[in-house]
């Protein structure tokens, strides 16, 4: 039977990713695949909630579902902040992999019985490559000192970019592009799909696929929604969330090559520099660092054993 | 009258309050290109420094120092009518936005308590803490209003404005 | 839509307490709570709205910042100085003192953002002497100073274009570049239109400055000249953000007025920054309702609908683009230009972006609108402000604006027509668009 929009289920997801973003069609893909018995209301851009302040609107029951930030779940629960330090994943594979597991299984429960949020899963944006306007070859973190690198706000960004051995800088996203124009900055470090849209390779020279960061959000339902639905409606959200991540992780993969060559056209310089030397020097400094204190014991060597 | 007299007093404090709220978001900004430019060594906190300075210089500024001719309206009627006509319609907008402000303020209290599960980047400031200038504001309005709708109902004449105070920034 | 609709009522709601007097901040704050109820939704996110969108929206500190440095500049000798030297440039031509007021305005809008700051402080000024000794009719010199200072916030800086620079996502930068040519159109129309009226009602000249004084006055007023060199300077060599250049904008004002005119005080500095933090809260207060009522306009879906419903008759750029023109020239006599940016054009940007419109050359269009409606009857603001400071009567000041009025028409049909005159120097200077 088809349901009337009133006993139809409200799901209003709100993101900061655009309307002509992958992931945008991943939700589309999503909301065809749950079927009738929602009322999908998709808001993107940050136009219903800004960035950050997702989390909160689904905590109080004024948003269904969103894309959450892995970093706004350790400003709650900061055990969390693991699963945002760099060098741990080495690719969506891994990151997927781990979802699935046991160590994953835990993280994501904490989640749920902290927070009162479900995790669908890990939705995979693509990798942080750092990119410079300078010559100068990079192949150990030692040859970043000095570089004025722009990162996001926060303090797990600032110290990101200090593991990457670098000198970080906090800018507006917007303001990126002129910044590497004037020499503000030294580079920048995003997935290769922002550094398309933003048009960055245009003042950039080389890209060091450093591979630091594996970027992902979750995408998640707030419990109170979740609990709402039968099993075979909880079934066919998780079902439709599978198939949508993986569609939109394989898109963000093929995408991430084609851009690379893309710039290699553009007369970018890509290679991988020494990303051993990169992770052993990353890893050691987050664990000496107070950001590691809250991490749960032996999880980083659960992750790397995956 | 002593009681005016404290009014008074706390009102210039207000106002103290306000100016040297715009003087840390000034100072605040100068370190921030001092220390990235000459010393190339940035600092995450003046930047969260400066938006809490705006957010609190609007909100107090709103709450306890502007005053009703200050504010930006639509005055092409209420300027234009006269007292008596100025008096009933001060009477239906203050009952009215005391009617709503009152009745949204336990929502909004719960809001902004809920928010002490998250703090800012970087001086890790807890957000009810930060956000409590909202209860603060939605208060004084609240007072305000019932103040000047004690007024109008007792025949005190709302003041027309003065057009050189045109509220606007344009 | 029936009444009975939460979103119908909750406009109704904002409106009705809009005309009644009620401060339109608080109006659209009440009425946005008011369709929370109804639509069952959180009132708590009214709150959640205004804080979040003030603490999250960085841009926005420009606004204290440039209010705060034209306050600086009015308060200072500096406008004096500027004055001398406009003089100098111009005074000995026919209809000198008019002329004086029109390059007064283009290079105080070079330092301020804000029309409303150079018509009530230096156009003050302006006005005394103009009139001085009946030199001028009260009714010309009041309508000039209005025209004038119309400029002040397309010429970079701007407040205004931040506004439309967080409601757009445009970049700032580029927008302030692209307002630079059609600022600079519109004062070359109006000195046009000075000399010719000037011929035909034998304007008076000004004496001429002797030559050995001009070097004297030019270094005197040179600091206050090298003010939109030291903030376009800083943003576009990439020394500052648009919002750190507006704090390097204020510093600026405030040293050089303190350092080389010695104009400043303890009390007079805390009386600036005062008034300058009071405005600051009143127009945020306007920001805050909107932020609050664009949370109601987004659930409702409104920009998406409006922009699905305008790309049913396909619109080009163009026809789009004299549609927004002839609403925002109407909205302009009724309603205050801040309440316009912030709650008008974002639901139009979807159906500008959808069309292929460029968001720099929409945004300058939009802002030129805007200024335009500030002399428009009945409800132009720089109209009331010049009543006041000329105490002429609002029909002889209307009738004297007239011709100003149409050469910012046709300054505004030029840039909407030729996009280029706008996007030009951004371009120039790597914009993408
Ligand atoms: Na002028
Ligand atoms: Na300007």
């Known amino acids: ?306 | 009258m002593p009681l005016a007299r404290i009014g008074q007093f706390l009102y210039r404090r207000a106002e103290n309050v306000l100016a040297i709220l715009l003087v840390v978001m000034f100072l605040a900004f100068m370190a921030q290109i001092i220390f990235r430019y000459f010393l190339n060594f940035p600092i995450g906190w003046t930047s969260e420094l400066t938006v809490i300075t705006w957010l609190w210089l609007v909100l107090w500024g709103a709450a306890f120092v502007l005053r009703e001719d200050e504010e930006i309206r639509f005055d092409l009627i209420y300027g234009a009518v006269g007292p008596g006509v100025r008096r009933a319609m001060t009477i239906v907008f203050s009952v009215v936005l005391l009617v709503i402000y009152l009745f949204s303020y336990p929502a909004v209290l719960d809001y902004v308590t809920f928010m002490k599960v998250q703090a800012t980047a970087y001086m890790k400031i807890r957000f009810d803490l930060l956000f409590s200038i909202y209860l603060f504001f939605a208060a004084a309005v609240i007072v305000r209003y019932a103040w000047l709708l004690w007024g109008a109902i007792r025949s005190r004449n709302p003041r027309r404005r003065d057009p050189e105070h045109a509220g606007s920034s344009l | 839509m029936s009444l009975a609709d939460p979103f119908a009522l909750c406009l109704v709601t904002i409106i009705a307490l809009s005309l009644l007097g009620l401060p339109i901040g608080h109006a659209m704050i009440a009425g946005s709570i008011a369709y929370l109820y109804l639509a069952g939704l959180d009132m708590g996110t009214a709150a959640e709205q205004l804080l979040n969108g003030m603490y999250t929206s960085y841009i926005l500190l420009a606004v204290p910042l440039f209010i705060l440095s034209a306050e600086i500049m009015n308060t200072g000798s500096m406008t004096e100085r500027l004055l001398r030297f406009c003089n100098t440039l111009v005074g000995r031509f026919r209809g000198g003192l008019a002329l004086v007021n029109v390059v007064q305005s283009i290079i105080f809008a070079g330092m301020s953002g804000s029309a409303i700051a150079d018509a009530a402080g230096v156009g003050k000024m302006m006005q005394k002497m103009m009139t001085h000794g009946g030199r001028y009719p009260a009714s010309f010199a009041a309508a000039l100073t209005a025209a004038t200072a119309v400029i002040g916030p397309i010429i970079p800086p701007s407040i205004p274009v931040v506004l439309y620079a967080l409601v757009s996502d445009a970049s700032i930068g580029y927008l302030f570049l692209g307002g630079m040519v059609p600022g600079l159109l519109m004062g070359l129309l109006q000195m046009v239109l000075v000399v010719w009226r000037a011929r035909r009602r034998n304007f008076p000249v000004e004496d001429p400055v002797p030559l050995r004084q001009i070097p004297g006055i030019t270094i005197r007023a040179f600091p206050a000249l090298m003010m939109p060199v030291v903030l376009l300077g800083g943003i576009y060599s990439g020394f500052t953000t648009p919002t750190e250049a507006a704090a390097i904008a204020a510093a600026y004002a405030f040293l050089i007025s303190a350092l080389l005119y010695r104009t400043v005080t303890f009390r007079s500095t805390y009386q600036t920054l005062l008034s300058s933090a009071r405005t600051t809260a009143s127009i945020g207060m306007l920001i805050a309702g909107a932020l609050v009522f664009n949370y109601v306009v987004t659930v409702e879906n409104i920009p998406r609908t409006l922009s699905a419903f305008l790309q049913g008759f396909d619109l080009t750029p163009t026809m789009f683009l004299i549609i927004v023109n002839i609403l925002l020239l109407v909205l302009g006599c009724l309603l205050e230009g801040t309440t316009i940016i912030l709650i008008v054009i974002p639901v139009l940007i979807p159906t500008a972006q959808a069309l292929g419109v460029d968001l720099v050359h929409f945004g300058i269009v939009c802002v030129v609108n805007i200024m335009i409606g500030l002399i428009t009857p009945p409800y132009g603001l720089l109209l009331f402000i010049m009543t006041n400071i000329g105490q002429v009567s609002l029909r002889a000041l209307v009738r004297d604006i007239l011709p100003f009025l149409y050469a910012m028409l046709a300054s505004l049909a030029l840039i909407t027509f030729f996009p280029d005159l706008v996007l030009f120097l951004p371009r120039m200077l790597g914009y993408q668009g």
């Open chain 1, 1 to 306: 039977t088809v349901a009337t929009a009133q006993e139809k289920i409200g799901l209003r997801f709100s993101a900061v990713f655009s309307e002509q973003d992958i992931r945008a069609e991943m939700m589309k893909r999503f909301a065809e695949a749950i079927g009738e018995d929602f009322d999908y209301q998709g808001y993107y851009g940050g136009t219903l909630f800004k960035q950050g302040t997702e989390l909160v609107a689904l905590q109080r029951g004024n948003l269904e579902m969103g894309n959450i930030a892995p970093q706004d779940m350790s400003n709650q629960i900061p055990a969390w902040s693991v699963l945002t330090s760099a060098y741990l994943f080495r690719d969506a594979d891994h990151l997927r992999t781990f979802f699935e597991s046991d160590a994953g299984k835990e993280m994501t429960q904490m989640v749920e019985d902290q927070l009162g949020v479900k995790i669908l899963g890990p939705t995979y944006f693509g990798s942080r490559q750092v990119g410079l306007n300078l010559d100068k070859k990079i192949s150990t973190p030692a040859d970043m000192a000095g570089v004025k690198l722009r990162m996001p706000g926060g303090d797990a960004w600032q110290f990101l970019g200090s593991a990457l051995g670098a000198n970080p800088v906090p800018m507006a996203y917007a303001e990126v592009y002129t910044g590497l124009q004037t020499g503000a900055i030294d580079g920048q470090d995003n997935p290769l799909p922002n550094v398309q849209n933003m048009k960055f390779y245009e003042v950039m020279k080389q890209i060091v696929l450093t591979s630091h960061l594996v970027g992902y959000d979750l995408l998640t339902i707030s419990l109170d929604a979740w609990n709402k639905l039968t099993p075979e409606q909880q079934e066919k959200v998780q079902a439709a969330a599978d198939s949508a991540i993986e569609w939109s992780t394989a898109e963000h993969l093929k995408r991430e090559e084609e851009l690379a060559s893309f710039m290699k056209e553009q007369g970018l310089e890509l290679y991988k520099p020494d990303v051993d030397a990169f992770r052993a020097h990353a890893q050691k400094m987050y664990l000496e660092s107070d950001l590691a204190k809250d991490w749960p014991d032996g999880m980083v060597d659960r992750i790397n054993a995956l």
